[in-house]
């Protein structure tokens, strides 16, 4: 519908052009390939040694206890190489994941693992030198969920966990030690995940069926989902060839004989057919999503509230000058506020004041009324003191007059 009209034309002989997809390859193969995977599971559930098993190798592993306090996810990077191909493997691994309590607890760390590689992602994207062509992708392309052969059914931490993830990885679920189980529980078992899992609305990774040379087998192998699995590094002798298994005292459990295990199909469906869908989904589905989510939530859109498209540059323009009205709105506001406090201060100090002057006043008078009270029992006491002072001097008088009186009696009487 967009884009001219294609006109399509035949060629009179040979061009080369058709050497391309060879173009591709030998570019692919200079540049060498990049997988990592996510191996999530309970603390001794098989994990390392079921990468050694898939890759033939001894990664180094490092076994954890069951007291971490928290969920650890330990990267490893390596490189390997096969024929002529170069493979740079990273294999990342839960540690003491469901040894918590609390679930959340358990499945963050992984969420928070998986954005922070898409996050790092986004941001060389976003340089504006970028080196896109030597930076390491640290993107997870495939988790492999490592479910616990219990027989029974799906812990709530594996619903809870894989729900978290399901957008952001792509989730290949396994029946981890699917030797520990029988043939007959294994294939309920594997019943009883997948109806639990479409329940759940869980949506885990399925093969492609896009490319034809292999709809046939993955379309098989969809049904198979999810693979029960057992790993070992050791040989035993099988008839005259040694080969992976688990020995017991009733038997050998042979882990790349398909009628004993499920190892081979996952071992073929991962790394011979689909890894490099696994690297594609996770580059134009997982990583999209988050960077959509992302710009979006950093105010980025296509188009505008009518849908008519609106670029980098528009946004950016529009945000830088939404942000000068808000700033000068913001500018005003205090420069308000401020003249307001000084407002209510100074009233505040004016009120002070005139309390301070009415208490002062107060006391004025009360000293005043005091004073004058006092004044007038000074001048009671004066005017006391002075009739006082009368009337001694009148009993003086008196006393002195009896005294001559009585000495005449006295003289009188003598004669
Ligand atoms: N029966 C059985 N045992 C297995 C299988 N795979 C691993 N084991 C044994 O389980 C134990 C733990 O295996 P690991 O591969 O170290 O488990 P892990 O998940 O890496 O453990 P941590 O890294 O410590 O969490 C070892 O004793 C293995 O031999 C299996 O498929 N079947
Ligand atoms: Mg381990």
């Known amino acids: 519908s967009l884009g001219p009209v294609l006109r399509p034309l035949s060629l009179a002989g040979h061009v080369g052009f058709d050497s391309l ?25 098989g994990k390392s040694t079921l990468m050694d098993t898939l ?9 954890s206890s069951h007291f971490e306090p928290q969920v650890k996810l330990r990267a490893q990077t390596y490189d390997l190489h096969e024929s002529n191909v170069r493979l740079r493997l990273t294999v990342v691994n839960t540690v003491g994941f469901g040894d918590q ?28 030198k970028r ?14 969920y490592f479910i616990s052969p219990s027989g029974h059914s799906l812990k709530s931490l594996d619903l809870v966990t894989m729900k978290k993830l399901d957008s ?27 109806s639990e899992l479409v329940s759940n609305g869980v949506q885990i990774y399925q093969f492609p069926l896009d490319d034809e040379t292999v709809a046939k087998v993955n379309t098989a192998m969809n049904g198979h989902l999810p693979f029960a699995v057992v790993g070992s590094t050791e040989e035993v002798s099988v008839g005259n060839k ?17 009628s004993h295990c499920d190892f081979v199909k996952l071992r073929e469906m991962l790394i011979c057919i689909n890894m490099e869908d696994l690297r594609e989904q996770t580059h134009t589905h997982h990583y999209e999503l988050y960077r959509r989510c992302k710009l979006e939530e950093m105010g980025f859109q296509d188009t505008d509230p009518e849908c008519k498209p609106v670029s980098l540059q528009q946004t950016y323009e529009a945000k830088r000058q939404e942000f000068l009205v808000e700033l000068q709105k913001r ?24 309390e301070l002057q009415s208490r002062f006043e107060q006391l004025k008078r009360l000293h005043a009324d005091e004073k004058s009270a006092l004044e007038e029992k000074k001048r009671l006491l004066d005017e006391d003191q002075s009739s006082f002072g009368k009337r001694r001097a009148a009993a003086q008088l008196l006393q002195a007059q009896s005294l001559t009186a009585n000495g005449k009696k006295d003289k009188d009487r003598k004669k």
């Open 21 to 45: 997809p060879d173009q591709l390859v030998n570019k692919s193969i200079c540049q060498g390939f990049c997988f990592n995977i996510l191996c999530i599971g309970e603390t001794g559930i």
């Open 55 to 63: 890759f033939n190798t001894n990664f180094e592993n490092f076994e």
């Open 101 to 128: 309590m609390n679930k959340q607890e358990s499945y963050q760390p992984v969420v928070d693992y998986i954005d922070r590689q898409f996050e790092s992602f986004l941001q060389e994207e976003l340089k504006i």
């Open 131 to 144: 080196s896109l062509h030597n930076y390491h992708d640290s993107r997870v392309h495939a988790c492999l």
């Open 168 to 194: 952001k990885v792509n989730i290949i679920p396994v029946i981890a030690k699917a030797d520990t189980i029988s043939k007959s529980e294994l294939h309920k078992f594997k019943i009883k995940i997948m």
């Open 242 to 258: 040694m080969v992976k298994a688990r020995q017991y005292p009733w038997g050998v459990v042979q882990v790349e004989n398909e």
């Open 331 to 354: 500018e005003d506001e205090m420069r308000q506020m401020f003249v307001q406090r000084v407002k209510l201060k100074e009233s505040e100090l004016k009120e002070d004041e005139r």
